[in-house]
């Protein structure tokens, strides 16, 4: 018996530890297929612990059939070239803002108009209601979404106070190399901007190459940007998109069924993303503040403002039939106008 029962109990061990080790070779397992996406979110940002998390949810989901491997801190280059690297195979897919999601479809910028949207709350409702069509615009030109999410509110830095028009047009202005929509608005304002990749702009202001850039908050004390300048203006710019898209070479060697899990999964880590940046956003102001970064307001009775919105209209008009069609500007600009008439006395997200 004693035998027996010995024999039972080491059967019993061994199946055990068999299955833990099976569960964990593989876990361990490459996935049959490995999605290699790129982004210039830097090491230990939100962005890169939430894509590990979603690696690791689609991995156990589809039975590690596909997993995601993340090229962090602009190694793979900035958006330019990485979307260069998906098209000749190098990479399947990437992160990235509204200038790199235009490289594939310019009608997504159409929610990136300056001076527009006036809170959080604006942008996503419009955005919400054009999401299907913007996808499908993708998926025409042969890529998927795995997710939306919000970059936030921009505003300008710069060295000096920017006042007046002519005080604009007397900076070096970084421009985001070879973006129409930032051309469009710099051509109105008159203002001759200097075109570079992200990834050159922290050395151009050491040079004094640039002097004035546009950023979020979260974005200007994340790359260290804040420490060159001296003031920001106190209202945003544009809110900027992001969406994390692949190709669609890659995406249809996937099963239907793990297709469809990957697109359930993806869309709430993209959702706390967004909740996250509006966060870091705030705090990220308080880190400007006691750094010393200066808040410029503009004198409401100056007309600054107005000028600067009528010259907004301007550049957006001029923009159809070159980034979108007068269709959509009108559909966008309608959807905005009704979420403001359900909603009276939104306020701007102004920096106070």
Request: charged content about 25%.
């Amino acid at each position: 018996m004693k035998i027996k029962g010995f024999n039972f109990w080491m059967v019993f061990c061994g199946t055990v530890f068999l299955m833990i080790g099976t569960a964990m070779a593989e876990a361990e397992a490459p996935p049959k297929i490995l999605i290699k996406i790129a982004t210039i979110a830097p090491k230990g940002s939100f962005m890169m612990t939430q894509i590990d998390k979603m690696d690791a949810e689609i991995r156990r989901e589809t039975g590690n059939e596909v997993g995601i491997k993340l090229y962090y801190g602009s190694v793979q280059g900035d958006e330019k070239e990485v979307l260069s690297k998906i098209r000749l195979g190098q990479l399947h897919g990437g992160t990235f803002t509204g200038g790199g999601l235009g490289r594939v479809v310019p009608e997504v910028r159409v929610t990136e108009l300056p001076y527009v949207f006036m809170n959080y709350d604006e942008v996503e409702y419009v955005r919400s209601k054009l999401r299907d069509s913007m996808e499908q615009r993708f998926e025409e030109k042969g890529f998927i979404v795995l997710g939306w999410n919000e970059i936030g509110f921009v505003y300008t830095f710069s060295k000096v106070p920017i006042l007046s028009l002519q005080d604009a047009r007397n900076q070096k202005w970084w421009q985001w190399e070879g973006d129409p929509l930032s051309q469009a608005m710099f051509d109105a304002f008159g203002i001759t901007p200097v075109p570079l990749s992200f990834t050159d702009v922290m050395t151009s202001l050491s040079t004094r190459l640039i002097d004035t850039a546009s950023i979020t908050p979260y974005g200007a004390v994340a790359f260290h940007w804040f420490d060159r300048f001296e003031y920001m203006s106190e209202y945003p710019v544009t809110n900027v998109q992001g969406g994390t898209i692949v190709s669609k070479k890659i995406w249809d060697k996937i099963t239907p069924e793990s297709q469809k899990k990957i697109l359930t999964i993806c869309q709430p880590y993209f959702d706390r993303l967004s909740e996250k940046g509006r966060e870091q956003d705030r705090q990220s102001v308080e880190v400007l503040k006691k750094s010393g970064i200066k808040i410029v307001a503009f004198d409401p009775k100056s007309g600054t403002l107005e000028f600067i919105f009528e010259t907004s209209k301007k550049a957006r008009e001029n923009l159809v039939g070159k980034i979108y069609s007068q269709e959509l500007l009108d559909q966008t600009l309608s959807l905005l106008d009704d979420y403001r008439k359900a909603h009276p006395g939104g306020q701007i997200q102004r920096i106070r």
